[in-house]
């Protein structure tokens, strides 16, 4: 039986008759909006067998297993603030709390179509190729 720590980054890991559960070392990256799609990379070990990823006990919208020691995942939708994340395997589990934090988007960009007069983005354009 082997048993490890290191704490700085909440990475713990634990083996039991040679099946070892996963240890997560970090979450980058740790936050993203609330509406999700955050694509965040989570790095640790004994990540191979992976069979869910989680933020606050929702499952992530898709999560790819990269290596052993490295899982790819996209965040699912949620309210603001920090969030547990934990994957599981069939070994057990690991949690980071509070690993993700949710936060409101600053401004939402949407373009405004500009009403100019035909051939007007024809004659910008020109002068931008001609200054070059």
Excluded at 85 to 101: D, E, L, Q
Aim: proline share 7%; glycine share 12%; with cysteine.
């Amino acid at each position: 039986m082997r048993f490890g720590r290191y704490c700085c980054h909440k990475f713990i890991w634990k083996c039991d008759g040679g099946k070892c559960g996963p240890g997560i070392a970090s979450i980058t990256p740790n936050s993203g909006t609330v509406t999700g799609g955050t694509s965040v990379t989570i790095n640790g070990s004994y990540l191979s067998d992976a069979s869910a990823v989680t933020f606050d006990g929702v499952d992530a919208t898709r999560f790819t297993i990269d290596s052993d020691t490295q899982i790819t995942a996209i965040t699912p939708p949620h309210a603001v603030g920090l969030v547990d994340v934990m994957v599981m395997t069939p070994s057990g589990s690991a949690t980071v709390a509070g690993g993700y934090i949710y936060f409101e988007p600053i401004f939402d960009f949407t373009p405004t179509p500009l009403d100019l007069p035909e051939g007007a983005v024809d004659a910008v354009y020109s002068q931008l190729l001609w200054r070059c």
